[in-house]
């Protein structure tokens, strides 16, 4: 297991800050916009005296963003938006810049945090003020305990299992503007999670089959839902701890062809 750990220079695209520079790095070198692939993004750190760096860029995005909550405007926030994302993406020496998607704002001005180089998970918050960002990262650098909520190993049996715990601690971490608006199957979030090989000759072969993970309770960006990992996080380390685990998909999985069958079953009921 974990092969990829002792592969060289594996840290290049398994840390998720170096991950976000080489495809910047890449995209400028083919003359395309990183954005159009992923969120606008900001990496910070804390160094070893405790002072955060980098953030100052993110705190100016996210009070342009914070001024439309109560005035929601999609047009206006997008303008507005324009000059800082320019300014910030310049200082990256990228090609293009980012542009506010539709899909990212949908008037709740809501991030996500995740530590660099940790996985399954680990981490990752959702968060809709400043001040949860910094009890955030205060809390990882330190190293906070994370406890998921109890929950049944199968959705239909009494037994759950014991609530685990983990210590967290980071140093440095990504934040990028969290897709207010996701495609969804039946109300529930979900990814796509697939294979592919690239050999030491630079050849990549894509394993044509994978599956989907979904999320135990439907979509919401309310405001007393924000932190709800069973809501936002697919993660089947995170989802496997939750109430709902296993209730519309056993495993909270869906093979490509089980997908068809049911988005199509349901298709048809409005055909």
């Given at each position: ?16 800050d170096s991950?976000f ?32 760096l980098?953030?100052?860029d ?6 342009i ?18 000059d800082?994302?320019f300014?910030?993406?310049k ?19 809501i991030?996500?945090?995740?530590p ?40 239909n ?21 969290y ?5 969804l199957i ?13 050999t ?29 990992k ?11 701890y939750?109430?709902?685990y ?16 049911k ?9």
């Open positions: 297991g974990d092969v990829y750990k002792r592969q060289e220079f594996h840290g290049e695209i398994t840390a998720k991950l520079r080489n495809l910047l790095k890449h995209a400028h070198e083919a003359g395309l916009s990183a954005f159009e692939y992923v969120p606008l993004t900001f990496v910070v750190s804390v160094n070893e005296s405790g002072e955060l980098g953030y100052e993110f705190v100016v995005c996210y009070n963003l914070k001024s439309f909550e109560s005035d929601f405007n999609y047009e206006e926030a997008k303008k507005k938006m324009k800082i994302a300014a910030v993406t200082k990256l020496t990228l090609t293009g810049t980012a542009e506010l998607k539709e899909t990212h704002f949908a008037g709740r001005n991030w996500i945090l995740k660099t180089e940790l996985n399954r998970g680990q981490g990752v918050s959702v968060f809709d003020s400043l001040s949860q960002f910094f009890a955030l990262v205060r809390e990882y650098t330190k190293g906070g305990v994370e406890e998921e909520m109890l929950a049944r190993a199968k959705f049996e009494t037994a759950k299992l014991p609530a685990r715990k983990h210590k967290v601690k980071a140093r440095s971490f990504v934040i990028q503007k897709i207010e608006r996701p495609l039946h109300n529930r979030k979900f990814d796509i999670r697939c294979w592919a090989l690239v030491h000759e630079m050849k990549l072969y894509f394993f044509k089959e994978g599956y989907i993970r979904t999320s135990s309770s439907e979509y919401t960006i309310h405001k007393d839902d924000v932190e709800k069973d809501v936002h996080l697919t993660n089947n380390a995170v989802q496997k939750c109430m709902g296993s209730k519309y998909e056993d495993g909270n999985q869906l093979s490509f062809p089980m997908f068809q069958v988005v199509w079953a349901r298709l048809e009921v409005y055909c």
